[in-house]
């Protein structure tokens, strides 16, 4: 398969990702996912993944990129980050699209509303000496804990080799694809919520 993407760093410093002729500046301290591959990666795989006329949140956004693929194959789409910087940079990135960008932590921004899907490439680097600004090391355990108030169901990207960390935070979830890299593994994992009818 042909990499879709291009990455570049101009001379003002900022490092660019282009995806469907559509250009995402990184700015200084926001997650670049070509650097860290995850999000290249789970990009491609959900751009080849049916999103029309579903509403989706995406959690821990960065520049956007995730964001901008699923809005471009008709999903709305809300898209949420704790980091101001990563806000400002994906409401740049996207401002000719729908998507809608908020900042707060974990669903917060969302309380009130339901969606269709969560989808999240979330920080998985727990340790604290490791970019403290990526890392949220209770994120995966409250979104476990909670995701289901917010969406019938959970599509989430997280290295392969590190699944026990997700057991161990309650998630029970299935692997449907494995997205091999010349660093780690990447898998995605859905879950459905189960509702009691009422
Ligand atoms: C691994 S990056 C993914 C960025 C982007 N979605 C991608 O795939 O390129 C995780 C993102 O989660 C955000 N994040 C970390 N803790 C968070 C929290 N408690 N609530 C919301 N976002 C958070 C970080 O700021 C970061 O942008």
């Known amino acids: 398969m042909k990499w879709p993407f291009q990455h570049r760093t101009t001379a003002v410093d900022k490092a660019h990702v282009s995806f469907d002729g559509r250009d995402y500046r990184i700015d200084r301290g926001v997650f670049d996912p070509a650097v860290h591959l995850s999000g290249t990666l789970f990009a491609t795989h959900l751009a080849n993944q049916e999103w ?72 998985y680097e727990t340790r604290r000496s490791f970019r403290p600004r990526y890392s949220s090391p209770d994120f995966l355990s409250r979104l476990a804990m909670h995701w289901r108030s917010t969406a019938d169901e959970l599509v989430l990207a997280f290295p392969t080799d590190s699944i026990d960390v997700l057991d161990d935070v309650g998630f029970d979830l299935d692997l449907v694809a494995r997205l091999p890299s010349s660093g780690r593994e990447l898998g995605v994992f859905t879950a459905i919520n189960q509702r009691v009818p009422t």
Do not use: K
């Open 52 to 123: 029309d006329g579903r509403s989706v949140v995406e959690l821990g956004t960065g520049c956007g990129l995730l964001a901008g693929v699923l809005a471009d194959r008709g999903a709305s789409v809300v898209a949420l980050d704790i980091s101001e910087s990563a806000v400002i940079c994906a409401e740049a990135n996207l401002s000719d699209t729908s998507v809608e960008v908020r900042q707060g932590d974990l669903l917060a921004p969302v309380a009130e509303a339901r969606f269709d899907v969560i989808v999240t490439n979330p920080p």
